[in-house]
T-cell receptor
C-alpha cells in the first residue's frame, strides 16, 4: 500500500519551546492530509484537515494558533506545536488519502511528543 | 462522533477465527464501512473496506448485513501478532476517518 512517513518518531522538548512534526507521502501526492492526537488509553481524535495551498480546517476546540499546520506541497504537511506545555504531550499521527474517492487512507507511524 | 458501536474487548485463541462485530445502524446509503487496527504505539493500519458486498483480501474478510446496519470483520486464522485495537468506521468519500473506541482483541496462545 501507499506509504506515509512521519518525522521524528519521538521527540522530547522543554516547556515553552516549539516542535515541528513532518508528514510526507512517499509514493503519491496528497492534496489533503489529516492530523490526529491520541492520549494514553484513548482513541484517535481528529485535530485538523490540512489542505495543500490553503488554510487548514481545525476541529472544534483545537487552537489554530497553537497547532500551526502548513501544507506547502503535495507530499508534505507539517504540524508545529508552539509554546509546548506538558499537557501537549501526546501521540500525534497524520494520514492521507492515496487514491480515488472511497479508497483507503494511510497513516504515518506517529510521533510521540513529551514536553518536560 | 463515531457512528459505530463495538464491544470493548474480545479474546481469541491462536489459530482460530476471530470475528469482530460492529453496529452501524444509522449508516447512510453512500457511506462505506472501513476497518483499521492499531498495534500499540503505532499508526493505524488499513485492513479492508466495503459498501454493501462482502469483501475479502489477504488480511481479512468483511461481511456486511443486507440492511447494512452491522458488519463483521473476520480474521480467519488469528496469530499473536493480530493482538491490537480494531476500529470499525463509516465514511463517505474522502472525509476524515472518525475513530470510536474500537475493540481490543487479545489473541491467546
Amino acid at each position: 500500500g501507499a506509504v506515509v512517513s512521519q518525522h521524528p518518531s519521538w521527540v522530547i522538548c522543554k516547556s515553552g519551546t516549539s516542535v515541528k512534526i513532518e508528514c510526507r507521502s512517499l509514493d503519491f501526492q496528497a492534496t489533503t492530509m489529516f492530523w490526529y492526537r491520541q492520549f494514553p488509553k484513548q482513541s484517535l481524535m481528529l485535530m485538523a484537515t490540512s489542505n495543500e495551498g490553503s488554510k487548514a480546517t481545525y476541529e472544534q476546540g483545537v487552537e489554530k494558533d497553537k497547532f500551526l499546520i502548513n501544507h506547502a506541497s503535495l507530499t508534505l504537511s507539517t504540524l508545529t506545536v508552539t509554546s509546548a506545555h506538558p499537557e501537549d504531550s501526546s501521540f500525534y499521527i497524520c494520514s492521507a488519502n492515496a487514491g480515488a474517492t472511497n479508497t483507503e487512507a494511510f497513516f504515518g507511524q506517529g510521533t510521540r511528543l513529551t514536553v518536560v | 462522533d463515531a457512528k459505530t458501536t463495538q464491544p470493548p474487548s474480545m479474546d481469541c485463541a491462536e489459530g482460530r477465527a476471530a470475528n469482530l462485530p460492529c453496529n452501524h445502524s444509522t449508516i447512510s446509503g453512500n457511506e462505506y464501512v472501513y476497518w483499521y487496527r492499531q498495534i500499540h504505539s503505532q499508526g493505524p493500519q488499513y485492513i479492508i473496506h466495503g459498501l454493501k458486498n462482502n469483501e475479502t483480501n489477504e488480511m481479512a474478510s468483511l461481511i456486511i448485513t443486507e440492511d447494512r446496519k452491522s458488519s463483521t470483520l473476520i480474521l480467519p486464522h488469528a496469530t499473536l501478532r493480530d493482538t491490537a485495537v480494531y476500529y470499525c468506521i463509516v465514511r463517505v468519500g474522502d472525509t476524515p476517518l472518525v475513530f470510536g473506541k474500537g475493540t481490543r482483541l487479545s489473541v491467546i496462545a
